[in-house]
């Protein structure tokens, strides 16, 4: 009987010898479940991860941005508040004051004759 086990396993074709004898076998059933459970199912998965990196680099490359405005814009307020000259033409040129006993003319330009 065991000569015949051994010639019906030798007739059989080695890709389903190899079925039979690894992917079969119940270790690498176990394996493979959890590693698709990890990459694909699981809260912490592999995709997940993913998206959060992404998601971490937006936010610090708009903490780079938000930081270089700030330094540009406190180099600003700290040359207005030093300077008296400048605070007046930032307060003249954006706000329109005025010292007294003096007119202001705002020259607009007419958009449809730039365009031509």
């Known amino acids: 009987m065991s000569e015949e086990l051994i010639k019906d396993i030798k007739k ?3 890709s389903i010898r190899f079925v039979k004898k690894y992917l ?3 270790y690498f059933i176990v394996i493979l479940f959890f590693l698709v459970w990890m990459i694909f199912l699981d809260s912490n998965s592999f995709l997940v991860i993913q998206e959060q990196n992404e998601e971490i680099k937006r936010y610090e490359e708009k903490i ?5 405005e700030y330094e540009k814009n406190d180099a600003f307020y700290k040359k ?3 300077n008296k000259e400048e605070r007046e033409k930032y307060a003249r ?3 329109f004051m ?4 003096e007119e202001i003319f705002i020259l607009v330009v007419d958009s449809t004759e730039v365009k031509k």
């Open 12 to 14: 059989t074709p080695k």
């Open 24 to 26: 079969l076998n119940k």
């Open 64 to 68: 780079a941005y938000y930081k270089e």
């Open 80 to 82: 207005l508040m030093n």
């Open 93 to 95: 040129e954006n706000y």
């Open 98 to 101: 005025k010292k007294p006993n």
